[in-house]
């Protein structure tokens, strides 16, 4: 297969990014997107021209390190998968791709396709765990857990962290990433004892770091690899509100 | 306590809700009031007559344009923070996710229509009907097919027949309720969803109710609108004498 690439280049965080176009040929359709993005590279490389910069790790789909928007979607065209789980078979041959990185005030480019999601990590380091004592590992079944509380906590957990959602999101809103930690750990014994102060505490450093406001289109879940639920936003919002109330 | 309303994010979206929530029972209140009309143009000023200027009417309209104002002005806060939030570059290449609403997405563009809509209708009734009791102006005279009329405040009947025999307003009034009943298919269930009352198998519970109040206010206007249109001469001369009884 062949295709046409138009790729954002920006130099760093500072320098005014452009579309470049590249040509890429002999594709097998079984070929991931990122292993495209490989051979592009090698090409690039063997010219004597700078490599496309773009983030990936694990290539499982589970690390949440690759993005890029794809053809206006978020990790491209395929439902529920990251990136690197996308194969070219999902385009038509000889088509143009379009490859942007995430857009969002709060996720600046620091490179072509390589954007700063540390504003993700301040969120989690703001409420977004359980205060333990760390000791040998307890008796897994010590705490008996309803099974449709722990498989709603489990579909919460999904979330990689990605950045799809805020990327997604005409409002540049965080929220189905902040309900997807609160939710999950809202859901069990040992994170409900936190609940409010966490739920406050994220909400909190997310308004703070410059994410919008949720105008609850859905664009976060139709968009989402892991398929996490609007349903977590409402139980953030329940979550948020009782413990403001009871302040 | 009273401040996380207008400093978090959710807070915001909460008085979004709740007075979301205020106009819409106001505006099926509103619905119910017009449908008299069709039945007995005597009966729709009964109504006219006991709100008219009292001291729970106006407090009534001064609670109800707080709630307007509320509602409009956190609109504009929450949108220029969305804005922001969303940087300075675009995306080159977007598209319409799958289940996403173009309402949901076009939420102050709609409201601004009804905004301008409200204007209007303001112009077209409130000013001469509850504006004229309190500022104690004279009333206004109206001809249609010939018929002179005064138009008494409580007389709302004549003024909307002469309002809706025109052509242009029926259009303007009718586009008016379109972009309402857009706003509401995604206002109604989304009010939910920000006070934390949904999850996901009342979605489509939710948004059914949504189309249905979206649905049966867009029909009780516009029926009102279309029948006063084709007998605006009837209603005009029936209420062209009337008088209120106190």
């Given at each position: 297969?062949?295709?046409?690439?138009?790729?954002w280049?920006?130099?760093?965080?500072?320098s005014q990014g452009?579309?470049e176009t590249?040509?890429?040929n002999?594709?097998?359709?079984d070929t991931?997107?990122?292993?495209m993005?490989?051979?592009?590279?090698n090409n690039l490389?063997h010219?004597?021209?700078e490599?496309?910069?773009?983030?990936?790790?694990?290539r499982e789909?589970i690390?949440g390190?690759?993005?890029?928007h794809i053809?206006?979607?978020?990790h491209?065209?395929s439902?529920a998968v990251?990136?690197?789980?996308?194969?070219?078979r999902?385009?038509?041959d000889g088509?143009t791709i379009?490859?942007?990185?995430w857009?969002?005030?709060?996720?600046?480019?620091i490179?072509?396709?390589?954007?700063?999601r540390?504003?993700?990590d301040?969120i989690?380091?703001?409420g977004?765990?359980?205060?333990?004592?760390t000791n040998?590992?307890?008796?897994?079944?010590?705490?008996p857990i309803?099974k449709?509380?722990a498989?709603?906590?489990?579909?919460?957990?999904?979330?990689?962290?990605?950045?799809a959602c805020?990327?997604t999101?005409k409002?540049?809103?965080?929220?189905l990433?902040?309900?997807?930690?609160?939710?999950s750990l809202?859901k069990?014994?040992?994170?409900?004892?936190?609940?409010?102060r966490?739920?406050?505490?994220?909400v909190?450093?997310m308004?703070e770091l410059?994410?919008?406001?949720?105008t609850?289109?859905?664009?976060?879940?139709?968009q989402?690899?892991?398929s996490i639920s609007?349903?977590?936003i409402a139980?953030?919002?329940?979550e948020?509100l009782a413990?403001?109330?009871k302040? | 306590?009273g401040?996380?309303?207008?400093n978090?994010?959710?807070?915001?979206k909460l008085?979004m809700?709740?007075?979301g929530?205020?106009?819409v029972l106001?505006?099926l209140f509103?619905m119910?009031?017009n449908l008299t009309?069709?039945f007995?143009?005597e009966?729709?000023?009964l109504?006219?007559e006991?709100l008219?200027?009292?001291?729970?009417a106006?407090?009534?309209t001064?609670l109800l344009?707080?709630?307007?104002l509320?509602?409009?002005?956190?609109?504009f806060?929450?949108?220029?923070?969305?804005?922001?939030?969303r940087?300075?570059?675009?995306?080159?290449v977007?598209?319409q996710?799958k289940?996403v609403s173009?309402a949901?997405?076009?939420m102050?563009?709609?409201?601004?229509i009804?905004i301008?809509?409200?204007?209007?209708?303001?112009?077209?009734f409130?000013s001469?009907?509850?504006?004229v009791e309190?500022?104690?102006?004279e009333?206004a005279?109206?001809?249609?097919?010939?018929?002179?009329a005064?138009a008494?405040p409580?007389n709302g009947a004549?003024l909307?027949?002469?309002?809706?025999?025109k052509?242009?307003?029926?259009?303007?009034y009718l586009l008016?309720?379109?972009a309402l009943w857009f706003?509401l298919?995604h206002?109604v269930?989304?009010m939910?969803q920000?006070?934390?009352f949904?999850?996901d198998?009342w979605?489509p519970?939710?948004?059914?109710l949504?189309n249905?109040?979206?649905t049966?206010?867009?029909l009780?206007?516009?029926i009102?609108?279309?029948?006063c249109?084709f007998?605006s001469?009837?209603?005009f001369?029936?209420?062209?004498?009337?008088?209120p009884?106190?």
């Amino acid at each position: 297969m062949n295709f046409t690439l138009k790729i954002w280049r920006q130099k760093d965080a500072k320098s005014q990014g452009a579309f470049e176009t590249y040509q890429v040929n002999d594709i097998s359709a079984d070929t991931s997107f990122l292993e495209m993005m490989d051979i592009l590279n090698n090409n690039l490389i063997h010219e004597g021209k700078e490599p496309v910069a773009f983030d990936h790790d694990c290539r499982e789909g589970i690390c949440g390190m690759c993005s890029m928007h794809i053809n206006g979607h978020a990790h491209g065209p395929s439902q529920a998968v990251t990136t690197c789980q996308m194969y070219m078979r999902k385009f038509k041959d000889g088509s143009t791709i379009t490859i942007e990185p995430w857009r969002s005030a709060a996720f600046p480019v620091i490179r072509d396709l390589v954007v700063d999601r540390g504003a993700y990590d301040k969120i989690l380091q703001a409420g977004g765990f359980i205060s333990v004592r760390t000791n040998s590992v307890p008796d897994g079944n010590a705490i008996p857990i309803p099974k449709a509380d722990a498989d709603e906590s489990m579909d919460a957990a999904a979330c990689v962290g990605c950045g799809a959602c805020a990327a997604t999101c005409k409002n540049g809103s965080a929220m189905l990433f902040v309900a997807a930690r609160v939710s999950s750990l809202a859901k069990l014994p040992q994170g409900r004892v936190e609940g409010a102060r966490r739920a406050k505490a994220m909400v909190a450093k997310m308004d703070e770091l410059g994410f919008g406001n949720c105008t609850n289109t859905g664009a976060c879940q139709a968009q989402c690899p892991k398929s996490i639920s609007i349903a977590h936003i409402a139980r953030l919002n329940r979550e948020f509100l009782a413990a403001k109330l009871k302040d | 306590m009273g401040c996380f309303l207008t400093n978090s994010s959710v807070g915001k979206k909460l008085v979004m809700s709740i007075s979301g929530c205020f106009l819409v029972l106001f505006i099926l209140f509103h619905m119910s009031m017009n449908l008299t009309m069709i039945f007995s143009r005597e009966g729709y000023n009964l109504i006219c007559e006991f709100l008219g200027a009292n001291w729970y009417a106006l407090a009534g309209t001064a609670l109800l344009a707080a709630g307007v104002l509320v509602h409009f002005v956190y609109a504009f806060i929450l949108t220029i923070n969305n804005y922001r939030a969303r940087g300075k570059q675009r995306y080159a290449v977007t598209v319409q996710e799958k289940g996403v609403s173009w309402a949901s997405k076009n939420m102050l563009v709609l409201g601004m229509i009804v905004i301008l809509g409200l204007g209007l209708h303001l112009v077209h009734f409130w000013s001469k009907m509850q504006l004229v009791e309190v500022a104690g102006c004279e009333y206004a005279t109206l001809t249609l097919d010939g018929v002179t009329a005064t138009a008494h405040p409580a007389n709302g009947a004549l003024l909307m027949a002469f309002t809706f025999s025109k052509w242009y307003n029926v259009v303007i009034y009718l586009l008016w309720f379109a972009a309402l009943w857009f706003h509401l298919t995604h206002g109604v269930w989304s009010m939910f969803q920000t006070a934390g009352f949904a999850n996901d198998t009342w979605y489509p519970r939710l948004k059914c109710l949504a189309n249905i109040v979206a649905t049966l206010i867009f029909l009780g206007f516009a029926i009102v609108v279309v029948v006063c249109y084709f007998k605006s001469g009837e209603y005009f001369t029936e209420m062209a004498n009337w008088h209120p009884a106190h």
